[in-house]
């Protein structure tokens, strides 16, 4: 069974950085296609940041530029280096691992990123 567990979250002014890591375990981590998505009180979940099966990253408009997702297939880790937060970056980052072959996939329990002054 798949494991993921999400740190790094917490309270940041404007402005300011994060950096979200999660790790998997319970299953072969090149098997699985990693993401970040999120969710804000009262609002769906987004996708956030992801890899395309091409091995590419993949960012919601929102966070061009600003964020980037990267993968250490050695230590089964994927991070999230959160730059320039802005208020509306508040939510629940959730990590997420979807099989690449078949249609199994997993969440993370998510982590609180609040950005406020």
């Known amino acids: 069974q798949v494991q993921l567990v999400e740190s790094g979250g917490g309270l940041v002014q404007p402005g300011g950085s994060l950096t979200l890591s999660c790790a998997f375990s319970g299953s072969i981590f090149s098997w699985y296609a990693m993401g970040w998505y999120r969710q804000a009180p009262g609002k769906q979940r987004e996708l956030v940041a992801d890899f395309r099966s091409t091995g590419r990253p993949n960012y919601a408009d929102s966070v061009k530029g600003r964020f980037t997702i990267s993968r250490d297939n050695a230590k089964n880790t994927v991070s999230l280096q959160m730059n320039s937060l802005k208020p509306e970056d508040t939510a629940v980052y959730y990590c997420?691992?979807?099989?690449?072959?078949?249609?199994?996939?997993?969440w993370g329990q998510g982590t609180q990123v609040t950005v406020s002054s």
């Open positions: 997420k691992a979807e099989a690449i072959i078949g249609s199994r996939y997993y």
